[in-house]
């Protein structure tokens, strides 16, 4: 009874069947994990090429700081600039470069919901500068802000 159980442990069909579930080569995907020294050089080569771009990115953020240009376009540029290299981490750090189409799906939205994150303000900001005059300058009419507790002394 001990060599039954002994063979049917070592079953090469049992092995298959674990290698599937364990996503090993019988899974039919190909991960692109390959541990050759070349494929190894290759990968370490692209790490320190995507660390290169994010310190010569990191170098233009501190350049175009020193430019003084006016906030809009200064944060306009600078979110540029974080993009990109959130995008390369993300791309290549945390491997979203060779995930599938529901990892991009998962970054889409969360893109989008950051999207919506942003324009609220903006939005509220935008509409409160056509309600109430003088919304840019902190003296808004009619509200307790203003110099006089907001009361109507006319």
Do not use: C
Request: proline content about 5%.
């Amino acid at each position: 009874m001990t060599d039954h159980v002994h063979e049917t442990a070592h079953d090469p069909g049992h092995t298959a069947h674990a290698d599937v579930h364990a996503g090993g080569p019988g899974d039919g995907h190909h991960h692109g994990h390959d541990n050759s020294p070349e494929a190894i050089r290759k990968e370490v080569r692209r790490y320190y090429l995507v660390f290169g771009a994010l310190a010569i990115l990191t170098v233009i953020t501190v350049a175009v700081s020193q430019l003084h240009l006016p906030t809009a376009q200064g944060i306009a540029l600078a979110l540029v600039i974080a993009t990109v290299k959130g995008s390369l981490v993300a791309a290549f750090f945390m491997h979203l470069v060779s995930e599938r189409r529901f990892i991009y799906a998962v970054l889409v939205l969360t893109v989008f919901f950051f999207g919506v994150l942003l324009w609220g303000p903006w939005h509220q900001r935008h509409n409160a500068a056509e309600v109430y005059p003088n919304y840019e300058s902190g003296a808004v009419q009619g509200s307790s802000a203003a110099p006089g507790g907001g009361e109507d002394h006319h």
